[in-house]
């Protein structure tokens, strides 16, 4: 399997193999953006088999087809360094190509990291040769984030994410550069640990009044493996009595739970990751009934036992597809949860923690657990703060009340402002607020500015090869940047007509040296292009014309008005909206859940060229759509969510 890069001009170019581990996978990043390439390529329809109908997926064949010869075009727009006041494109093309059964093959590692499953069998872990495939919660959330970070047009997949499941917290653990292996650390398989056990044991619910949907069984899920008391029969011969094990789960249950909802690659990396919670006293086998002919990869992990320097190896997790080989959350494994607020104990730690941390990005996100002799590193101990957005919610409140200069308060609401429209469930409770209040139109404005902003700098497309005697003219990256020039045009003179235009719908009441200031550049740009006199109104075709550095003087003008609006909402409509019950329980809801888009839960990695040696870390990502769904479905916050 080979890809070949080309900036424009296409003379430069340069082919190479996709980089395999020693088990015979690609990279793990490599994976995550070419089965986002593929997805972006397809369109994803109805497809029957088996007299059963599956929409929003896609067959064997297509991705075969499309992944023989995949082009992924990306152009950044930036200043010239020769003349800064041009914008120069650069557009780089990679191009994947691969036979029918290389295609396959990827596939089949696209469904060991759980991104794709058989839409007529998901419990079968093969990619088939005839077969249907939909995209799973944990591949919606990589595909999100790769439209995001590289400016992709993806209308035609909206249905996709407005209709499924999708992975609302994703935890990735951080790997070795040179083999691609995951890097163990205590604190690493804390912050694991966490995630995997849930903020509170997570037994199914013993009152469901109607059988659970696809989304409330995924949200069930997402809370933590599901747990079960498990009885032990007396054995009167042996002096045995009754004994119930509480808080206990089957090891399969436990692979599949780590495989959706983390960056482990398969059960087999599952499985190893799950015999380092069993290393750690975290976890216990509480019985294994399989049968002789039982089929079962037992994994050996070396290393030091909390509280010991001697080495110890564990066969601990057995990767049976049986329900009966049952573990158990440990008294260990429930301190480290911080399920109930434990006292430390001896060998807890030497890290001394008053404040609760929780998986979820609370106060505190790097959490390491050492036994006074531990051999761990040192390094791992240390403990990365961040402030969560209650915390900076309540002290941007404090800095208000406490000022007395009416400056030092417009600062301080603009920042907390800030800080609630980069939080997606903060952000749709405000604006259901303004929407109330009839002023919805400074927040809309403010979104389609940045939406533009963001879709200016950077555009990518991702296509399969169209057939000779069927291709336009010139590179699919030049014709891709052109056809987002036009929609940039439009989606700039929709704006202006949105919200700017005399009498316009949703006019913005801005200052009258900003109206004059766009006016003015208007008229003069379409008077050059058009010969007419500007009236105050555009029509998108007669801006056709427009190049990137006009666009780009237009969008510095927006940018302008969004500094002003920002200001209004942050003097008239926040100070009203942060005393709504609303917001409110939703920052109680939420507390230190409310998150950025990446949030660190072991200590971030260092600035390069700081240290040769690579400590690992965990990190989770978020999903802006999901957040913005379980909001909506939370309208009066009640349980607290983990996801």
């Given at each position: 399997?080979?890809?070949?890069?080309?900036?424009?001009?296409?003379?430069?170019?340069?082919?190479?193999?996709?980089?395999?581990?020693?088990?015979?996978?690609?990279?793990?990043?490599?994976?995550?953006?070419?089965?986002?390439?593929?997805?972006?390529?397809?369109?994803?329809?109805?497809?029957?088999?088996?007299?059963?109908?599956?929409?929003?997926?896609?067959?064997?064949?297509?991705?075969?087809?499309?992944?023989?010869?995949?082009?992924?075009?990306?152009?950044?727009?930036?200043?010239?360094?020769?003349?800064?006041?041009?914008?120069?494109?650069?557009?780089?093309?990679?191009?994947?190509?691969?036979?029918?059964?290389?295609?396959?093959?990827?596939?089949?590692?696209?469904?060991?990291?759980?991104?794709?499953?058989?839409?007529?069998?998901?419990?079968?872990?093969?990619?088939?040769?005839?077969?249907?495939?939909?995209?799973?919660?944990?591949?919606?959330?990589?595909?999100?984030?790769?439209?995001?970070?590289?400016?992709?047009?993806?209308?035609?997949?909206?249905?996709?994410?407005?209709?499924?499941?999708?992975?609302?917290?994703?935890?990735?653990?951080?790997?070795?550069?040179?083999?691609?292996?995951?890097?163990?650390t205590q604190s690493v398989i804390t912050a694991l640990f966490r995630r995997f056990v849930g903020r509170q044991p997570n037994y199914p619910p013993q009152n469901a009044s109607a059988p659970q949907d696809a989304f409330q069984e995924y949200h069930e899920r997402s809370k933590g493996v599901q747990l079960m008391d498990v009885q032990e029969k007396a054995q009167p011969l042996l002096g045995k009595a009754t004994v119930v094990h509480k808080h206990c789960f089957a090891a399969v249950s436990a692979?599949?739970?780590?495989?959706?909802?983390?960056?482990?690659?398969?059960?087999?990396?599952?499985?190893?990751?799950?015999?380092?919670?069993?290393?750690?006293?975290?976890?216990?086998?509480?019985?294994?009934?399989?049968?002789?002919?039982?089929?079962?990869?037992?994994?050996?992990?070396?290393?030091?036992?909390?509280?010991?320097?001697?080495?110890?190896?564990?066969?601990?997790?057995?990767?049976?597809?049986?329900?009966?080989?049952?573990?158990?959350?440990?008294?260990?494994?429930?301190?480290?949860?911080?399920?109930?607020?434990?006292?430390?104990?001896?060998?807890?730690?030497?890290?001394?923690?008053?404040?609760?941390?929780?998986?979820?990005?609370?106060?505190?996100?790097?959490?390491?657990?050492?036994?006074?002799?531990?051999?761990?590193?040192?390094?791992?101990?240390?403990?990365?703060?961040?402030?969560?957005?209650?915390?900076?919610?309540?002290?941007?409140?404090?800095?208000?009340?406490?000022?007395?200069?009416?400056?030092?308060?417009?600062?301080?609401?603009?920042?907390?402002?800030?800080?609630?429209?980069?939080?997606?469930?903060?952000?749709?409770?405000?604006?259901?607020?303004?929407?109330?209040?009839?002023?919805?139109?400074?927040?809309?404005?403010?979104?389609?500015?940045?939406?533009?902003?963001?879709?200016?700098?950077?555009?990518?497309?991702?296509?399969?090869?169209?057939?000779?005697?069927?291709?336009?003219?010139?590179?699919?990256?030049?014709?891709?940047?052109?056809?987002?020039?036009?929609?940039?045009?439009?989606?700039?003179?929709?704006?202006?007509?949105?919200?700017?235009?005399?009498?316009?719908?949703?006019?913005?009441?801005?200052?009258?040296?900003?109206?004059?200031?766009?006016?003015?550049?208007?008229?003069?740009?379409?008077?050059?292009?058009?010969?007419?006199?500007?009236?105050?109104?555009?029509?998108?075709?007669?801006?056709?014309?427009?190049?990137?550095?006009?666009?780009?003087?237009?969008?510095?003008?927006?940018?302008?008005?969004?500094?002003?609006?920002?200001?209004?909402?942050?003097?008239?409509?926040?100070?009203?909206?942060?005393?709504?019950?609303?917001?409110?329980?939703?920052?109680?809801?939420?507390?230190?859940?409310?998150?950025?888009?990446?949030?660190?839960?072991?200590?971030?990695?260092?600035?390069?060229?700081?240290?040769?040696?690579?400590?690992?870390?965990?990190?989770?990502?978020?999903?802006?759509?999901?957040?913005?769904?379980?909001?909506?479905?939370?309208?009066?916050?009640?349980?607290?969510?983990?996801?």
């Open positions: 399997m080979s890809s070949d890069r080309a900036d424009y001009p296409p003379q430069a170019s340069s082919s190479h193999m996709m980089k395999t581990t020693k088990r015979g996978r690609p990279y793990l990043k490599d994976t995550l953006d070419l089965f986002a390439t593929l997805v972006v390529s397809l369109q994803l329809t109805t497809h029957k088999q088996y007299f059963r109908t599956f929409p929003n997926s896609f067959t064997t064949d297509e991705a075969a087809q499309n992944l023989a010869s995949l082009k992924f075009s990306q152009s950044n727009r930036g200043p010239d360094p020769r003349d800064k006041s041009r914008i120069v494109t650069t557009t780089t093309t990679t191009t994947f190509s691969m036979t029918r059964d290389m295609a396959k093959a990827m596939c089949q590692h696209f469904m060991d990291a759980r991104l794709i499953e058989n839409a007529a069998d998901q419990g079968s872990n093969l990619f088939k040769d005839r077969g249907t495939y939909v995209l799973t919660p944990k591949g919606l959330h990589v595909l999100e984030r790769f439209i995001s970070k590289n400016g992709i047009n993806s209308d035609h997949l909206q249905h996709v994410f407005a209709s499924q499941p999708i992975c609302i917290k994703l935890l990735h653990l951080e790997r070795r550069t040179a083999d691609d292996e995951i890097i163990v692979l599949e739970w780590l495989c959706d909802f983390t960056s482990v690659v398969g059960r087999e990396e599952a499985a190893e990751m799950a015999a380092q919670f069993v290393r750690f006293g975290l976890i216990a086998l509480v019985s294994d009934k399989r049968k002789n002919n039982d089929s079962a990869i037992i994994f050996t992990v070396r290393g030091s036992a909390p509280g010991g320097n001697s080495p110890v190896s564990v066969s601990p997790i057995h990767q049976a597809l049986l329900p009966n080989t049952i573990y158990r959350i440990t008294d260990e494994g429930k301190r480290v949860a911080q399920w109930d607020d434990h006292v430390s104990s001896p060998h807890s730690s030497v890290t001394n923690l008053h404040e609760r941390s929780s998986l979820e990005g609370s106060t505190i996100e790097g959490l390491a657990r050492l036994g006074p002799d531990s051999s761990v590193s040192a390094a791992d101990a240390k403990i990365h703060r961040r402030i969560s957005m209650a915390e900076k919610l309540n002290a941007a409140y404090a800095e208000k009340e406490s000022s007395k200069e009416a400056k030092a308060s417009v600062k301080s609401n603009t920042d907390r402002l800030n800080q609630i429209l980069e939080e997606p469930s903060y952000r749709a409770l405000f604006r259901e607020f303004l929407k109330a209040n009839f002023c919805e139109e400074n927040l809309a404005f403010w979104m389609d500015v940045e939406d533009f902003k963001r879709k200016f700098s950077i555009t990518s497309s991702a296509q399969a090869n169209v057939p000779s005697g069927r291709a336009g003219k010139g590179t699919p990256g030049q014709a891709a940047m052109e056809k987002h020039h036009e929609s940039l045009i439009q989606t700039a003179f929709q704006i202006y007509n949105k919200y700017l235009a005399p009498s316009s719908q949703n006019e913005l009441n801005i200052d009258h040296g900003l109206r004059l200031d766009l006016a003015s550049y208007l008229s003069e740009v379409m008077t050059n292009l058009n010969g007419k006199s500007f009236d105050g109104q555009v029509d998108a075709s007669q801006a056709s014309a427009f190049n990137a550095t006009q666009l780009q003087t237009l969008i510095k003008l927006y940018s302008r008005i969004q500094t002003h609006v920002l200001r209004l909402m942050a003097m008239d409509s926040l100070p009203k909206f942060i005393k709504t019950p609303r917001f409110i329980e939703a920052k109680q809801w939420l507390g230190g859940d409310a998150s950025e888009d990446i949030q660190f839960l072991t200590s971030p990695p260092a600035p390069p060229g700081l240290g040769n040696e690579e400590t690992g870390g965990a990190y989770i990502t978020v999903s802006p759509k999901a957040t913005e769904r379980e909001q909506r479905q939370h309208q009066v916050p009640g349980s607290s969510t983990n996801s």
